[in-house]
């Protein structure tokens, strides 16, 4: 999994507004804690959380802190993989953001199974907003990491596309996830909110928005 730490005014800057940056803060918080637990519940033999900035007490046990590279988003996911092949070589690996904390653990698992894994070189999880959620890879490598996501444009609508066809021209086999939500704005907070209603997410974003009815 690769994140920020949920810093007030350095994660989740496009809720603010309607948040403050301490709201957006335990949204993202919130995120994180809702999305490492799913991924707790899929069966992997290490878990390993690719950080910018400090660790805190929301990261569970069983967890591998590591920092994050520098340069841009691009650079950072492709040297996340690159981390991965260096611990485990020729384990497959996955990728997951922090922005999903709708992520069904069990569905994901069912994908990501010895008995659905055979033939398969990659999985590739789309955004609604033309970006992607996840990408897993079969046999990583620093090497092929960098052929797929080095110079790929990053949050864009175009995103998505751009990184298919570094798959197809790498001709690697791809097992589609199911299409999720990020949350990046206000908007995409309530469709997510409303979409896993037990979430800690959901709850963080209720108690926000009552407190904003009552102080408004």
């Known amino acids: 999994?690769?994140?920020?730490?949920?810093?007030?005014?350095?994660?989740?800057?496009?809720?603010?507004?309607?948040?403050t940056p301490e709201q957006a803060a335990a949204l993202a918080e919130a995120a994180l804690g809702d999305t490492l637990a799913a991924l707790a519940r899929v069966?992997?033999?290490?878990?390993?959380?690719?950080?910018?900035g400090g660790a805190?007490?929301?990261?569970p046990p069983g967890w591998q802190v590591l920092p994050q590279s520098g340069g841009g988003l691009d650079a950072r996911l492709a040297a996340a993989f690159a981390h991965a092949a260096r611990i485990a070589p020729d384990a497959p690996a996955l990728l997951v953001g922090m922005?999903?904390?709708?992520?069904?653990?069990?569905?994901l698992a069912e994908s990501l199974s010895p008995a659905r894994r055979t033939g398969v070189d990659a999985w590739y999880g789309p955004a609604d907003d033309g970006g992607f959620w996840a990408l897993g890879l079969a046999r990583p490598t620093e090497q092929l990491a960098g052929r797929l996501l080095l110079g790929v444009p990053m949050s864009t609508p175009d995103t998505g596309r751009a990184l298919l066809d570094r798959l197809s021209g790498e001709t690697l086999?791809?097992?589609?996830?199911?299409?999720?939500?990020?949350?990046?704005?206000i908007r995409d907070a309530r469709r997510v909110a409303t979409e896993a209603p037990d979430s800690r997410f959901a709850a963080c974003l209720r108690s926000i928005e009552t407190a904003r009815k009552v102080t408004g």
């Open 56 to 59: 805190g007490a929301w990261v």
């Open 99 to 107: 922005d999903t904390p709708q992520l069904d653990a069990a569905l």
């Open 1 to 19: 999994m690769i994140a920020k730490s949920p810093v007030p005014g350095r994660v989740k800057t496009r809720l603010i507004p309607p948040c």
């Open 173 to 185: 086999t791809v097992s589609r996830l199911p299409r999720l939500t990020d949350v990046d704005d």
């Open 43 to 52: 069966p992997a033999g290490r878990r390993l959380l690719v950080l910018e």
